[in-house]
C-alpha cells in the first residue's frame, strides 16, 4: 500500500466545451476507512461522462477530481468491515454509489441512491494507477478474461443494458438504436441477445456498417432527413422500442419518431433540448412512453459478468481502442466534437 501512485485529474473544466486542463499526478498513497477496497486498475473505460466533466457539462464535486467512471482490477487490500475481498481478488469496478439502505437500495434500484459518491464525480474514479471503492461497488470478474472486457462492460456495455431493461425489449420486439458508438453498437448486441431485431441509426456509414455487421436488419443514415420516417418505412409502422443515446435534439426527435403507437423510447443522451409541439401531440394521441435511463444497478452489471463468464454474452468483436491514461488528455480533446455515444477506448494505466 505504500507505492505511489499516477492519476488523471480534472484540474478546471473548460469554459469553451474544450477538453479542460486535465494532468497526471502523481499522489501519496491512498489510505482506506473499514468499508472500503484499494484496487490495482488493469483496464478503465473512457465514458461520456470524462468527456462532459472535461468540458463543463457536468461538475464533479471538488478539484482537483481523478476522472474514470469504471474498471477492471486487482484487489490490493480491503478494509477491516470488507471482509468479501482479499488481495488478488479480480474485480470489475462499478462506477456508482450507493448507501445500502435507503428505500432506492433496497428495491433495486441503487443507481438512484443520493447518499452514496460516484466514482469519478464525487470521488476519486478509475483513470489511475489505484483507486479506493466501496467494497459494495465490487463485483468479482472472471479471472480468465481480459480486463479490458470487464473494464468495458461496467459502462460502455451496461449502460446500454440498463436503458434496454427501461425501454422494455425483449423477445420479438424492434427497437431502434439512434447513435451507434461504443454504447450503441453493445445495445445492437444486447437487444439481440434479449430476442429483438434492431435498426440501426447513426450519421456515420462505418458504425452503420459494423451495427449490420453485429446483426441489424437494418441501418438509417441519421443525415438523411425525415429519419424518423424512414425507420417506421423499413419496419412497416414503426418500431416497439427507441434507444437515443446521442444527446442531440434531432436524434431525439428522431427517436419519437421512429415509435409505432403504444412505443417507448428511452434517452440516455443528456442536453437534449426540447421536442417539437408536433411531436408532444404524437406522444397523446398515440399514447407513447418516454423514459430516462442512467447508470446501470449493481444487479445489471452482476447479471452481465455472469453472462461473460458462461459465455452467452460475446465481447470478441468489440474491439476497444487501447490507449495508456497519459493519453487521455489528447483522446478527450479528440473526441469532444462527435455526439454523446463516442467510440469504446479502454486506458491502461501509465
Ligand atoms: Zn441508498
Do not use: F
Amino acid at each position: 500500500m505504500t507505492e505511489p501512485q499516477h492519476a488523471l485529474r480534472l484540474h478546471a473544466p473548460a469554459d469553451d466545451g474544450g477538453a479542460g486542463e486535465l494532468r497526471l499526478d502523481e499522489l501519496p498513497a491512498p489510505t482506506l476507512d473499514e468499508h472500503e477496497v484499494l484496487v490495482r486498475v488493469e483496464a478503465s473505460v473512457l465514458d461520456p461522462d470524462d468527456l462532459a466533466a472535461t468540458a463543463g457539462a457536468i461538475r464533479p464535486r471538488g478539484l482537483p477530481r481523478t476522472l474514470g467512471r469504471g474498471g477492471a482490477g486487482v484487489v490490493v487490500a480491503a478494509g477491516t468491515a470488507s471482509d468479501d475481498w482479499a488481495a488478488g481478488d479480480p474485480v470489475a469496478i462499478d462506477g456508482g454509489a450507493s448507501c445500502g439502505r435507503c428505500v432506492y437500495c433496497t428495491t433495486g434500484r441503487d443507481n438512484l441512491c443520493v447518499a452514496g459518491r460516484r466514482l469519478g464525480l464525487e470521488r476519486d474514479g478509475t483513470h489511475a494507477r489505484l483507486v479506493v471503492v466501496d467494497g459494495r461497488h465490487l463485483v468479482p470478474a472472471p479471472g480468465d478474461v481480459d480486463p479490458a472486457q470487464v473494464a468495458m462492460l461496467t459502462r460502455t456495455v451496461a449502460v446500454p443494458y440498463h436503458a434496454l431493461k427501461r425501454a422494455g425489449v425483449g423477445e420479438d420486439v424492434t427497437l431502434a438504436v439512434h447513435g451507434c458508438g461504443g454504447r450503441g453498437l453493445h445495445a445492437v448486441l444486447l437487444a439481440q441477445l434479449a430476442g429483438a431485431e434492431v435498426v440501426a441509426v447513426d450519421a456515420d456509414a462505418a458504425r452503420r456498417d459494423t451495427a449490420l455487421a453485429w446483426g441489424a436488419i437494418a441501418a438509417v443514415d441519421a443525415t438523411g432527413g425525415d429519419v424518423g420516417a424512414r425507420v417506421r418505412e423499413v419496419t412497416e409502422g414503426g418500431v416497439d422500442c427507441s434507444l437515443e443515446l446521442t444527446g442531440r435534439s434531432e436524434q431525439l426527435r428522431a427517436a419519437v419518431e421512429s415509435l409505432r403507437p403504444g412505443g417507448r423510447a428511452a434517452l440516455v443522451g443528456t442536453g437534449l433540448g426540447a421536442l417539437p409541439g408536433a411531436v408532444l401531440d404524437r406522444l397523446t394521441a398515440d399514447e407513447l412512453d418516454v423514459v430516462g435511463a442512467g447508470d446501470p444497478t449493481l444487479q445489471d452489471l452482476g447479471e452481465l459478468l455472469d453472462l461473460l463468464a458462461d459465455h452467452r454474452l460475446d465481447l470478441s468483436r468489440s474491439l476497444p481502442r487501447r490507449v495508456a491514461t497519459h493519453e487521455l488528455p489528447d483522446v478527450l480533446a479528440e473526441l469532444r466534437e462527435v455526439d454523446g455515444d463516442p467510440d469504446l477506448v479502454v486506458a491502461t494505466p501509465g
